[in-house]
């Protein structure tokens, strides 16, 4: 870390990451900072809630992310747990590098956890990603979302509809500013060092004829606790999942909670080897690389959603609702939610070259965080100031 550049700044920019999907968001954030005339110092806070090289390790490298500043090692834990923990840790952090302001990324428990901690020490919180609603409250992330957005003094948005949402909860219009996405400056720039997926899949074992013959394969991600928690649940997705694999080859990059629970319930039966290729989490370029060449993309993350998107790749997302409602108007998403016959309709119609193309929304364009960091840069000295 190195003293702030111009007066304007009292402190660093103290950027927080916690999860798997904010690396990929912070990345070029950090980037712009440090190529911001003049340079925006920043301190970068590992809250640690994932810890595994798979989730967190290999990401850093991937995307040329520091090593954080401070690790607060979490680690796993009830979501009560695990947001004290992070508040717990977070708040002597604060006291000791009394930054400028704190940033936060994306919807996940530390980004909560941090923005609690932040707003009632009177540092103001920036949120990139702001805005973005489901609509479903049984989602952890949508809390996390809500409040976040409360408390927030600068929110950056991705999309249109975030503005609309946080005019309907009351969030004044001047603290909004619609700076695009961060996520697709990630992919834009390290989309020509994707690792070939081929090269992935012989990497992990998989069998020859999914990487042989060229047929394509659909890429799949699950992790969301309404879809992998319940026993029923996951065992009827997996049947659904081994249909479609008898049409087309599935490549599953399995989260550590979907692997648990697939072990836990004992459903390793439904995933026949020689049609679905079981992978460990991948790494962010193997990701890329993987996504760029799929036929199809079965997910419910957030990010992938906007990825395929971006790449111009069909997703089926097996959920109700999405907080990304513009890559279903304008990208190339449908929502399938966990019916079976929407999945199997939704990869007949991609098998037969009627997948949705879609085009890329405003400002997913690659300067996103550029232009955070400028506006960063104007907004700090007026940046409310609290009592701490
Ligand atoms: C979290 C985020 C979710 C995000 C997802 C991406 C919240 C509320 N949820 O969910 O929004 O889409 O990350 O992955 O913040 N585990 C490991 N190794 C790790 C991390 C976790 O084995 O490195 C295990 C944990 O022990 C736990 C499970 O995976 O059993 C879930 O981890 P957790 O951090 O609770 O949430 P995610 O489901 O990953």
Same mark, same amino acid.
């Given at each position: ?142 809390? *996390?979302? /809500? /409040? ?62 999914? /990487? ?108 109700? *609702? ?67």
């Amino acid at each position: 870390m190195t003293a702030p550049a111009n007066e304007s700044l009292t402190g660093p920019v103290m950027c927080v990451v916690g999860a798997r999907p904010n690396f990929m968001k912070m990345a070029p954030i950090l980037r712009a900072l440090a190529a911001h005339t003049p340079p925006m110092p920043a301190l970068l806070v590992h809250t640690g809630q994932h810890y595994d090289q798979g989730m967190s390790g290999q990401l850093f490298d991937d995307l040329g992310l520091p090593l954080p500043d401070l690790n607060l090692e979490v680690g796993a834990g009830s979501h009560a747990v695990q947001t004290a923990e992070v508040m717990r840790r977070f708040e002597p952090a604060l006291d000791e590098h009394r930054p400028s302001c704190v940033v936060v990324v994306g919807d996940v428990n530390s980004t909560l956890a941090c923005t609690l901690v932040a707003a009632k020490k009177g540092v103001p919180v920036v949120h990139v990603e702001a805005g973005l609603r489901s609509y479903d409250r049984k989602m952890p992330e949508e809390i *996390n979302r /809500v /409040v976040t957005d409360q408390l927030a003094d600068r929110l950056y948005t991705t999309e249109r509809s975030a503005e609309a949402n946080l005019r309907l909860e009351g969030v004044p219009g001047d603290r909004v500013c619609f700076a695009g996405n961060v996520m697709i400056d990630s992919l834009l720039s390290n989309l020509p060092k994707a690792r070939a997926a081929a090269d992935t899949l012989r990497a992990h074992g998989a069998d020859a004829s999914l /990487v042989a013959h060229g047929a394509g394969y659909g890429l799949v991600t699950l992790h969301r606790p309404s879809n992998v928690d319940d026993e029923a649940t996951l065992r009827a997705l997996l049947c659904v999942l081994a249909e479609v694999a008898a049409r087309l080859p599935l490549v599953f990059a399995l989260h550590p909670r979907t692997r648990n629970n697939i072990d836990r319930f004992a459903l390793n039966g439904l995933m026949d080897p020689s049609r679905t290729a079981v992978l460990p989490p991948q790494g962010y370029l193997e990701m890329l690389g993987l996504m760029a060449k799929a036929t199809l993309v079965l997910t419910d993350s957030g990010g992938l959603q906007e990825e395929t998107t971006a790449l111009g790749v069909p997703c089926l997302t097996l959920r109700e *609702n999405t907080e990304r409602p513009i890559t279903i108007e304008q990208g190339t998403n449908t929502l399938v939610g966990r019916d079976r016959a929407a999945i199997l309709n939704g990869l007949e119609g991609v098998l037969s070259g009627r997948g949705k193309r879609g085009r890329v929304p405003e400002f997913w364009d690659g300067h996103a965080a550029q232009r955070i960091a400028a506006d960063l840069w104007r907004w700090l000295p007026r940046a409310p100031v609290h009592a701490g």
